[in-house]
């Protein structure tokens, strides 16, 4: 990050947390979004696995989802502490009640809204998934999108994403979307 004095754009007040569904977007879109504003971009699942020197598949498997949700909520708290940033969650994180107090105390929640086609067309190749490890894993998705919509939904802004839109398009309609309703988390430069 460079010196405050010569930085241009938009100022990030409070951090930025994006939620949805596994291969709506939030990591690649939320590393474009802190480029383009010069701050820092954080993961939480990538924060997770650093603490805990395994991937979130292995934790599932070995400690299962209740401690791994637990975790999450102890890592989104310590981050949202930190200096503002644009900060990915995994796809459950968003559904914990107290995830989602915490995050609206403390920052604001954007919904990056893809449709299931697209996260399917995203993901299906994915092993990295571990919720999507079963049987019919195209099944599996649909039932946690129907499932998690209603609280997703719940986010302070929605922004939808669409397959043709480049991760710079995307960015720059998150970017718009707080600067038109949240000028307490980014506000133009004076």
Do not use: C
Request: proline share 5%.
């Amino acid at each position: 990050m460079g010196d405050t004095g010569t930085r241009e754009g938009p100022i990030l007040l409070k951090t930025v947390v994006l939620v949805g569904m596994m291969g709506a977007g939030k990591t690649a879109v939320g590393r474009t979004i802190a480029a383009s504003l010069d701050v820092p971009f954080r993961d939480s699942d990538a924060e997770i696995e650093q603490a805990a020197d395994r991937s979130i598949a292995e934790i599932f498997a070995r400690d299962g989802e209740p401690f791994f949700r637990r975790k999450e909520s102890q890592v989104i708290g310590r981050l949202l502490e930190a200096e503002p940033s644009i900060l990915s969650t995994g796809g459950g994180a968003f559904l914990s009640a107290e995830n989602r107090a915490m995050i609206s105390a403390r920052g604001v929640s954007v919904w990056l809204d893809a449709e299931l086609d697209l996260l399917w067309a995203r993901v299906r190749h994915r092993e990295t998934r571990p919720l999507l490890r079963t049987a019919d894993p195209r099944g599996t998705l649909a039932a946690l999108y129907r499932d998690r919509v209603p609280v997703y939904a719940l986010a302070d802004i929605t922004v939808k994403s669409e397959p043709n839109l480049s991760l710079d398009k995307m960015a720059a309609r998150v970017t718009q979307a707080l600067l038109a309703h949240r000028p307490d988390v980014l506000k133009e430069r004076a």
